[in-house]
């Protein structure tokens, strides 16, 4: 018999909840500065997490809670395509 496999949880930074990895959208800092959608959640770099949901995408921006967690200014274009 063997074991169900665990999916690893991680914390949105918009509303504070814990989910499944898959369940968030990864947003990683780049090397040459801003930040961009991490789609296959495999870039390097530093990463936060994200629900899909508008209401944390809008709680996120407010609280300016990804530019404090990736170290950077978040773009407006990012903030578009998250939205979109």
Do not use: F, N
């Amino acid at each position: 018999m063997t074991k169900p496999r665990r999916e690893p949880a991680r914390t949105c930074v918009g509303c504070r909840e814990q989910a499944g990895k898959r369940a968030l959208i990864r947003i990683v800092r780049r090397a040459e500065g801003g930040a961009a959608v991490d789609r296959a959640g495999h870039a390097l770099g530093r990463g936060a997490y994200l629900h899909a949901d508008p209401e944390c995408i809008d709680s996120a921006r407010k609280r300016r809670a990804l530019d404090r967690a990736l170290h950077t200014t978040i773009q407006p274009e990012l903030w578009s395509e998250l939205a979109g």
